[in-house]
């Protein structure tokens, strides 16, 4: 069935990294953009970052941008977050998603993982 | 950048009542509304794209209308299971955009 799994998540102390993976099973990987949204505790949805179906094209909300780099590996069927510099606020759970581009919609989602930044 | 309220922020009702939630966003964004369901300690699912398409395999007592700036999200008839946080979520201008959330929770 359609499925991503994400993995990566833990402890990690302010000014720290991370590298967050996705493993996506079930769809032709290459065909899809991707995304991450993340979820800090008791709070909303926030989207992170977008990769297009080859990698040429990415986005990143501007809470992210210049610390965060997304990336895929579409002979893997993974997708990838790098995260440097990270602050008490990235602390959230990471979902990784595909993206449906015709609607700009999140279609399938991961169970996420936990990243907590704290010393 | 584009912001996306909603209202109410909870709500309490029976089981077999109407619900509506509504979203509205700061500028038009013509039909590129969509509409998730998250359940606690779950991922969201979307339910609703383009504003009023109801995705494959989700019950038909739920339905959204609405474009430009104002949006609506019914259950037509509440189920114990719909018990979850409801988000609208907007695409414009290379950046996605989810709303606050609404609660909902049976009376």
């Known amino acids: 069935q359609v499925q991503l799994v994400e993995s990566g998540g833990g402890l990690v102390k302010p000014g720290g990294s991370l590298r967050l993976s996705c493993a996506a099973s079930?769809?032709?990987?290459?065909?899809?953009?991707m995304s991450w949204i993340r979820q800090a505790p008791g709070k909303g949805l926030e989207w992170v970052s977008y990769?297009?179906?080859?990698?040429?094209?990415?986005y990143y909300a501007d809470s992210v941008k210049g610390r965060f780099t997304i990336s895929r590996d579409n002979a893997k069927n993974s997708l990838y977050l790098q995260m440097n510099s990270l602050r008490a606020e990235d602390t959230a759970v990471y979902y990784c998603?595909?993206?449906?581009?015709?609607?700009?919609?999140?279609?399938?989602w991961g169970q996420g993982t936990m990243v907590t930044v704290s010393s | 950048d584009i912001q996306m309220t909603q209202s109410p922020s909870s709500l309490s009702a029976s089981v077999g009542d109407r619900v509506t939630i509504t979203c509205q966003a700061s500028?038009?964004?013509?039909?590129?509304l969509n509409w998730y369901q998250q359940k606690p300690g779950k991922a969201p699912k979307l339910l609703i794209y383009?504003?009023?398409n109801l995705e494959t395999g989700v019950p038909s007592r739920f339905s959204g209308s609405g474009s430009g700036t104002d949006f609506t999200f019914t259950i037509s008839s509440l189920q114990p299971e719909d018990i979850a946080t409801y988000y609208c979520?907007?695409?414009?201008?290379?950046?996605?955009?989810f709303g606050p959330g609404t609660k909902v929770d049976i009376k």
């Open positions: 383009d504003a009023s």
């Open positions: 079930g769809f032709t990987f290459s065909d899809y953009y």
């Open positions: 998603a595909r993206v449906r581009v015709a609607a700009h919609a999140f279609d399938i």
């Open positions: 979520q907007q695409y414009d201008n290379l950046s996605f955009t």
């Open positions: 990769i297009s179906s080859s990698g040429s094209t990415i």
């Open positions: 500028q038009d964004i013509s039909n590129y």
